[in-house]
């Protein structure tokens, strides 16, 4: 189906699309891969950066079994993917500059992102991208709908995720230099349901499938 778009508007509708689907029921996304294959989970301080462990510097997430903030690669941690939380920890900033330190304040990553998003509705998105608000909802359903959330597929033996959506993007104002927010969100999309990397999700920015590659 071809929607069309006003030029140069297409992060307002891609942004839309990601507010509709954290607004939608969490376990609609993939939480297994936001827990344990990004940074959703770790804990961001009062000056942007993360809370990191005072000993080994490494980045924080509250685990869940303990209540208390860990080090991200803790065997056995249950990480919280949202919420705010204190921590006896270090921020440390550009070049190694230590900007706070002690019993900290820590948002997740993850917390931050949707809050970000929260504004980004298909309302303000329609008044930038003059695309239908009810079409903009209708589209990021669709794409719930298709992830395949939680399914797997065997190929050559091998059990990978099945995640058959995708994005893929154009030259010039949405992809390539200028193009970041399209770009940060076509990657976001795919995150969200887990459809990085795997079959049918989005391959790296780098790979181009076009004849005869």
Not at 23 to 36: I, Q
Not at 181 to 204: F, K, M, Q, Y
Request: hydrophobic share 40%; net charge negative.
């Amino acid at each position: 189906q071809w929607i069309p778009i006003k030029p140069k508007t297409d992060a307002a509708f891609l942004f839309a699309l990601m507010n509709v689907m954290l607004a939608a029921p969490r376990e609609r996304l993939d939480l297994a891969f936001l827990t344990g294959h990004t940074a959703s989970p770790y804990l961001v301080g009062p000056h942007g950066y993360y809370l990191r462990d005072p000993v080994t510097r490494k980045p924080l997430l509250q685990d869940q079994r303990t209540g208390t903030a860990v080090p991200f690669d803790t065997p056995g941690a249950t990480p919280a993917l949202a919420g705010r939380y204190e921590a006896d920890a270090i921020e440390i900033g550009p070049d190694d500059d230590v900007l706070a330190q002690g019993r900290l304040a820590g948002t997740t990553a993850f917390t931050l992102y949707a809050e970000q998003l929260a504004p980004c509705t298909p309302e303000w998105a329609q008044r930038i991208c003059e695309v239908p608000a009810t079409t903009i909802r209708r589209i990021a359903n669709e794409y719930l709908d298709h992830a395949h959330v939680g399914e797997t597929i065997v190929i050559d033996g091998v059990t990978l995720p099945f995640r058959p959506v995708a994005v893929t993007l154009g030259k010039t104002v949405n992809n390539g230099w200028g193009g970041y927010e399209c770009c940060w969100a076509r990657t976001l999309l795919a995150t969200l349901v887990g459809a990085l990397e795997v079959p049918g999700g989005t391959i790296g920015t780098t790979v181009r499938l076009t004849r005869p590659m």
